[in-house]
C-alpha cells in the first residue's frame, strides 16, 4: 500500500476545548494521506508514505511520527527551501491552516518517478494534493495515469478520496477536476456534505449517477452510515452511535479500516463495519490518529 500526500505540524488543544482558551496543546501529525498509512500499519497492512517536508525541526518531528506508527518512510524527502506547513484544531470551531509554499506543495511527477507503484496492491491518494499546486496536479495527474482505472496494464487499485478543501480551490474550479479524477479512480470515497457542495447531490444515489465508473464507490453520511456501490449493486451500514470530541481526521481512519477489510477480501457489509469501528476511535479523540491524545470521551 502506498499513500502520497502532505503531512503537517498539528497543534490540538489536549482537551476538547476551545483553541482561545486552551492551556495545554499538543503537537502531532496531521495528514489525509499518512493518517491512512499509519492507521494500516497499526491494522498490520505494510505501508508506505510518499511526501515532502521542510529540512527543519518540524519536518524531522512529523517523519519520525509516521515512522513510528510504522509506515516505510523511504520515499519522504526533505526540502531545504520550503517550510514545512502547520494547521491548528480548534474543537468544534474547524481548522486554521499554515501551508502555502509548503514543501509538499513543490511536489511533482519527479516525486515519484523513481517509485514503484505499478507493484503496490493500492495506491491511495486524496482531492487535497492537486488543489496544492500546478505541480501537485500534474504529479497526481501522472499517478492515475501510471496506475488508474482507465490503464488496462495495471493490477494496482487506485484509491482516491475526494476530500475537498473549499479554501485550496479557485472558484468554479473543484467541482469538474475531482469529478474527473474520482471517474478515473478504481475506489472512491466521499462524503455525502461535499458531494452535495461540490455537485448538488442529495443522496448517495445521486452521488453514484454522477460517478458511474469507479468499480467501488462508498459514500459515507456522517451519523447516518456509509453505503457502498459496486456495479449496480449497494450495501448500507450504520455509523456506530458515537460522542464526537472532533471529526477531523475520522474520513481518513474511515477509508484505512475499510481497505484494510478489502485487502483481507471481506464483505461489502464487513468493509464498513470496518471503516466505521476505525473511524469511531479517532472521533473521541482531539488527534487525527488514535493513542497520541490523552482525552477521550465514554461510549454513547
Known amino acids: ?33 499518512s493518517n491512512v498509512a499509519s492507521h494500516l500499519a497499526e491494522i498490520g497492512v505494510t505501508s508506505a508514505w510518499v ?24 520515499w519522504v524527502s526533505f526540502d531545504a527551501a520550503a517550510p514545512t506547513g502547520v494547521y491548528f484544531k480548534d474543537p468544534g470551531r474547524g481548522v486554521l491552516y499554515y501551508r502555502r509554499g509548503s514543501a509538499a506543495s513543490r511536489m511533482s511527477p519527479a516525486t515519484v518517478a523513481n517509485i514503484p507503484l505499478e507493484a503496490a496492491e493500492v495506491v491511495h491518494l486524496s482531492g487535497i494534493t492537486p488543489a496544492l499546486s500546478e505541480s501537485c496536479a500534474a504529479l497526481v495527474e501522472d499517478v492515475v495515469e501510471r496506475v488508474g482505472g482507465s490503464n ?5 487499485i487506485l484509491s482516491f478520496d475526494v476530500n ?30 461535499e458531494a452535495h457542495a461540490l455537485w448538488g447531490c442529495d443522496s448517495a444515489d445521486d452521488v453514484r449517477a454522477l460517478l458511474p465508473l469507479p468499480e467501488r464507490l462508498v459514500v459515507k453520511d456522517g451519523s447516518v452510515g456509509a453505503t457502498e456501490f459496486t456495479g449496480g449493486v449497494s450495501v448500507f451500514a450504520p455509523a456506530i452511535p458515537t460522542d464526537v470530541v472532533e471529526a477531523v481526521g475520522a474520513g481518513d481512519a474511515f477509508a484505512a479500516g475499510y481497505l484494510a477489510a478489502l485487502l483481507r477480501g471481506e464483505t461489502a457489509l464487513d468493509r464498513l463495519r470496518c471503516g466505521h469501528e ?13 493513542g497520541e491524545s490523552t482525552t477521550t470521551t465514554g461510549k454513547a
Do not use: Y
Open 51 to 74: 511526501s515532502a517536508v521542510g529540512d527543519d525541526v518540524l519536518g524531522r518531528r512529523i517523519v519520525r511520527s509516521v515512522e513510528r506508527h510504522g509506515v516505510d518512510i523511504r
Open 1 to 33: 500500500m502506498i499513500t502520497i500526500g502532505e503531512t503537517m505540524a498539528l497543534v490540538a488543544p489536549a482537551r476538547a476545548e476551545s483553541l482561545a482558551t486552551a492551556q495545554d496543546l499538543r503537537l502531532h501529525a496531521g495528514g489525509a494521506e
Open 278 to 290: 476505525r473511524a469511531r476511535l479517532v472521533l473521541l479523540s482531539t488527534s487525527d490518529f488514535i
Open 164 to 193: 475537498h478543501r473549499q479554501a485550496l480551490w479557485a472558484d468554479g474550479v473543484a467541482s469538474a477536476a475531482l469529478s474527473s479524477l474520482a471517474n478515473r479512480a478504481d475506489l472512491v470515497f466521499v462524503g455525502l456534505d
Open 152 to 156: 488496462a496494464t495495471s493490477n494496482v
